[in-house]
């Protein structure tokens, strides 16, 4: 079977990760059979599907049209051979219980036709197992995606045992299909990837409290702001669910040993039944106040514990081939949200502290899962993960360099998962591509994009920046950006920027310093940082009031609001909109039309109109300083705390 002769989808199981493929796979244009055992159940996933898709239409996500058809793709079944007389591949979503799934694996074996691939979604059982009590075990594969599906990028795509090469690759074909990235599991390993980082991630944090080694808030604390990751450890748990996090573990101490044996105090939440958001409580109550988690109570020996765990977990599975490196990282960037993988983060740390740090806790405690394993100690011994590698031939992480066409540039910012915002490293990385642009004569124009569609940069990590916040680094922050983005300003050559979806803050501030703007119709724009207690601190408070007027941008400024394309484009900020699926390849023309100008006049054209400025330079140290004052100020910690809330930010201007 080959991709185009897939037609139609059999999802087994109408709960949340079913209705939620269910959607992707109707998205992309498949005929949708949704299956589960009762008719109420079944209705409600359809239901469910319904809703995400209006909601989607609602935000110009997708067309009325689109949702329209994907609606009319779906049909609701509870009659199993009705369900799946004609499938070409089904994929299965019910409870994660091996017993259960293998007993609807032989009835789904014999009521599918012989040519029918099935594919499980399991987030942890074994992938061989389940292939086995079928006839087709070649036919086979893990096809694990993340919740909410329709929003996470990452699949992960398992080879079992018997699993055929034409069935990975053609699996792996349909997630693309879906507008999923899949990243290849090559061994049936318990957890996969991802959450073989993320559960004993979770685990150790419980033995950490557990242990009286440290507290929740200083885990969560050192995990959110210190790691930089998206939640804490003990929040994560929470969103995930502490009986799915446990159920994942037992399966791993059985299959594994002793290194993965569920804390107590998991356990003990579990038997409480504190299972986390959906039960209202877990290790934060829900009904009280929520997750509340310090800025600044983290810990370095607690970073080192819980960045070691991680970096054991990624060399166990170069170790076993499960995956390389490269993958492993991606995986867990996207499926876990982190702004680097687990193996890039340890190689900064460095592997031989690491090491060191497991050895201690194996000393102090005896415990397994301290005990350091062959792949990592094999990785520290080659200067880490990805071998020490001379700076020269380091890939860029935060954004990507491609060449579209003969004359044409372009620098992708590509985190997409954290809607592209931007970090030190990000700046770091633009900044170093926009010399490699600048000193290659074969490029004459440069366009700037954001990866996926949801933000073309949503400024900046704001989290992160608060973790660490102190006015002398502020200031620093603050001119780097002003010199990046500035950079970018004083390029020889045109620059377009691409804009499709949120451009808020130091996105925004990005874009104004490309000479020319094309946005899709659903981009939205904005300069929010008084809602945080700061002000625009790389370059908006002196570079948009020569695109738009003084007056304008103090408006946007001031009142914070967000602003759509059409309105920008009528303030004189956006020089075209352009439909949502048009962008590609209208800002593309721009950039080609430009690089085939006059470089000699359209550098000079460029001095002069920087020349013909105020003194800009001035204003920029004024910014700098203030952003500095303003980041150590208990405005700023008032404002990030209730970014993800509902709540105003109380500011009391100091």
Same mark, same amino acid.
């Given at each position: 079977?080959?991709?185009?002769?897939?037609?139609?989808?059999?999802?087994?199981?109408?709960?949340?990760?079913?209705?939620?493929?269910?959607?992707?796979?109707?998205?992309?244009?498949?005929?949708?059979?949704?299956?589960?055992? $009762?008719?109420?159940?079944?209705?409600?996933?359809?239901?469910?599907?319904?809703?995400?898709?209006?909601?989607?239409?609602?935000?110009?996500?997708?067309?009325?049209?689109?949702?329209?058809?994907?609606?009319?793709?779906?049909?609701?079944?509870?009659?199993?051979?009705?369900?799946?007389?004609?499938?070409?591949?089904?994929?299965?979503?019910?409870?994660?219980?091996?017993?259960?799934?293998?007993?609807?694996?032989?009835?789904?074996?014999?009521?599918?036709?012989?040519?029918?691939?099935?594919?499980?979604?399991?987030?942890?059982?074994?992938?061989?197992?389940?292939?086995?009590?079928?006839?087709?075990?070649?036919?086979?594969?893990?096809?694990?995606?993340?919740?909410?599906?329709?929003?996470?990028?990452?699949?992960?795509?398992?080879?079992?045992?018997?699993?055929?090469?034409?069935?990975?690759?053609?699996?792996?074909?349909?997630?693309?299909?879906?507008?999923?990235?899949?990243?290849?599991?090559?061994?049936?390993?318990?957890?996969?990837?991802?959450?073989?980082?993320?559960?004993?991630?979770?685990?150790?944090?419980?033995?950490?409290?557990?242990?009286?080694?440290?507290?929740?808030?200083?885990?969560?604390?050192?995990?959110?702001?210190?790691?930089?990751?998206?939640?804490?450890?003990?929040?994560?748990?929470?969103?995930?669910?502490?009986?799915?996090?446990?159920?994942?573990?037992?399966?791993?101490?059985?299959?594994?040993?002793?290194?993965?044996?569920?804390?107590?105090?998991?356990?003990?939440?579990?038997?409480?039944?504190?299972?986390?958001?959906?039960?209202?409580?877990?290790?934060?109550?829900?009904?009280?106040?929520?997750?509340?988690?310090?800025?600044?109570?983290?810990?370095?020996?607690?970073?080192?514990?819980?960045?070691?765990?991680?970096?054991?977990?990624? @060399?166990?599975?170069?170790?076993?081939?499960?995956?390389?490196?490269?993958?492993?990282? =991606?995986?867990?960037?996207?499926?876990?949200?982190?702004?680097? *993988?687990?193996?890039?983060?340890?190689?900064?740390?460095?592997?031989?502290?690491?090491?060191?740090?497991?050895?201690?806790?194996?000393?102090?405690?005896?415990?397994?899962?301290?005990?350091?394993?062959?792949?990592?100690?094999?990785?520290?011994?080659?200067?880490?993960?990805?071998?020490?590698?001379?700076?020269?031939?380091?890939?860029?992480?935060?954004?990507?360099?491609?060449?579209?066409?003969?004359?044409?540039? +372009?620098?992708?910012?590509?985190?997409?998962?954290?809607?592209?915002?931007?970090?030190?490293?990000?700046?770091?990385?633009?900044?170093?591509?926009?010399?490699?642009?600048?000193?290659?004569?074969?490029?004459?124009?440069?366009?700037?994009? *954001?990866?996926?569609?949801?933000?073309?940069?949503?400024?900046?990590?704001?989290?992160?920046?608060?973790?660490?916040?102190?006015?002398?680094?502020?200031?620093?922050?603050?001119?780097?950006?002003? +010199?990046?983005?500035?950079?970018?300003?004083?390029?020889?050559?045109?620059?377009?920027?691409?804009?499709? @979806?949120?451009?808020?803050?130091?996105?925004? =501030?990005?874009?104004?310093?490309?000479?020319?703007?094309?946005?899709?119709?659903?981009?939205?724009?904005?300069?929010?940082?008084?809602?945080?207690?700061?002000?625009?601190?790389?370059?908006?408070?002196?570079?948009?009031?020569?695109?738009?007027?003084?007056?304008?941008?103090?408006?946007?400024?001031?009142?914070?609001?967000?602003?759509?394309?059409?309105?920008?484009?009528?303030?004189?900020?956006?020089?075209?909109?352009?439909?949502?699926? $048009?962008?590609?390849?209208?800002?593309?023309?721009?950039?080609?039309?430009?690089?085939?100008?006059?470089?000699?006049? +359209?550098?000079?054209?460029?001095?002069?109109?920087?020349?013909?400025?105020?003194?800009?330079?001035?204003?920029?140290?004024?910014?700098?300083?203030?952003? @500095?004052?303003?980041?150590?100020?208990?405005?700023?910690?008032?404002?990030?705390?209730?970014?993800?809330?509902? $709540?105003?930010?109380?500011?009391?201007?100091?």
């Amino acid at each position: 079977m080959e991709l185009d002769d897939i037609d139609t989808i059999t999802v087994l199981g109408a709960g949340t990760m079913g209705h939620g493929i269910a959607e992707v796979a109707a998205l992309a244009g498949y005929n949708v059979r949704l299956r589960d055992i $009762e008719e109420e159940i079944v209705q409600d996933g359809y239901d469910q599907i319904e809703w995400s898709l209006n909601k989607l239409a609602e935000k110009e996500i997708i067309s009325e049209e689109d949702r329209d058809a994907a609606v009319e793709s779906v049909t609701p079944v509870v009659d199993l051979e009705e369900a799946v007389d004609d499938a070409d591949v089904v994929i299965e979503a019910i409870i994660e219980n091996m017993d259960i799934k293998q007993d609807v694996y032989q009835e789904l074996d014999a009521a599918a036709p012989d040519r029918t691939i099935f594919a499980s979604n399991t987030s942890s059982l074994s992938i061989t197992e389940l292939s086995e009590v079928t006839d087709r075990p070649e036919q086979f594969c893990g096809m694990h995606f993340f919740n909410p599906p329709v929003q996470m990028d990452l699949v992960e795509v398992i080879n079992g045992k018997h699993t055929s090469q034409e069935t990975t690759d053609l699996i792996a074909e349909l997630a693309e299909a879906m507008g999923k990235s899949p990243v290849h599991v090559r061994k049936d390993e318990p957890g996969f990837i991802v959450n073989r980082i993320l559960v004993p991630l979770m685990n150790e944090a419980c033995w950490l409290v557990d242990s009286d080694v440290a507290t929740i808030e200083e885990v969560d604390s050192t995990t959110k702001y210190d790691l930089n990751l998206p939640m804490g450890a003990f929040e994560l748990g929470d969103q995930v669910g502490n009986d799915v996090t446990l159920h994942v573990l037992d399966y791993m101490h059985e299959v594994l040993g002793d290194a993965y044996e569920p804390c107590p105090l998991l356990q003990r939440k579990v038997d409480d039944e504190e299972l986390g958001k959906k039960t209202d409580k877990g290790f934060y109550d829900y009904e009280n106040g929520g997750v509340d988690i310090p800025m600044d109570a983290g810990r370095e020996d607690v970073e080192n514990r819980l960045l070691a765990i991680m970096a054991n977990e990624a @060399g166990k599975l170069v170790q076993k081939d499960v995956a390389p490196v490269e993958d492993i990282d =991606e995986a867990v960037k996207l499926g876990g949200g982190f702004p680097d *993988g687990p193996a890039k983060m340890a190689d900064k740390a460095g592997l031989d502290s690491l090491v060191e740090t497991l050895e201690e806790a194996h000393d102090e405690t005896g415990h397994g899962r301290y005990e350091p394993s062959e792949g990592l100690e094999a990785a520290a011994e080659d200067g880490g993960f990805y071998g020490g590698s001379d700076e020269e031939t380091v890939s860029f992480d935060t954004i990507r360099v491609e060449y579209p066409s003969e004359n044409v540039g +372009q620098v992708v910012l590509d985190r997409p998962q954290q809607m592209n915002t931007v970090t030190p490293e990000l700046l770091d990385e633009f900044g170093a591509a926009l010399d490699e642009l600048e000193a290659d004569d074969d490029v004459r124009a440069v366009l700037v994009t *954001g990866a996926g569609d949801r933000a073309f940069c949503a400024g900046a990590d704001a989290v992160g920046m608060a973790g660490s916040a102190n006015p002398i680094d502020a200031i620093e922050l603050s001119r780097h950006g002003q +010199q990046t983005w500035g950079k970018l300003e004083e390029l020889s050559m045109p620059v377009v920027a691409g804009i499709d @979806g949120y451009t808020l803050g130091g996105g925004m =501030e990005m874009a104004t310093c490309a000479d020319m703007r094309v946005a899709t119709e659903r981009s939205t724009f904005g300069q929010p940082e008084h809602n945080l207690g700061i002000l625009p601190g790389w370059g908006g408070t002196q570079r948009l009031k020569h695109l738009i007027g003084e007056s304008r941008a103090k408006e946007v400024i001031f009142t914070c609001d967000h602003y759509d394309a059409e309105t920008m484009a009528d303030y004189g900020f956006v020089n075209e909109v352009v439909d949502n699926d $048009e962008l590609e390849e209208q800002a593309l023309g721009l950039a080609e039309d430009l690089a085939a100008g006059p470089p000699l006049a +359209q550098e000079y054209t460029k001095k002069a109109f920087l020349a013909g400025r105020d003194d800009t330079e001035a204003g920029l140290e004024v910014e700098a300083q203030a952003f @500095g004052h303003l980041i150590g100020s208990e405005d700023f910690l008032e404002g990030v705390s209730k970014m993800q809330s509902d $709540e105003d930010p109380e500011f009391e201007g100091k």
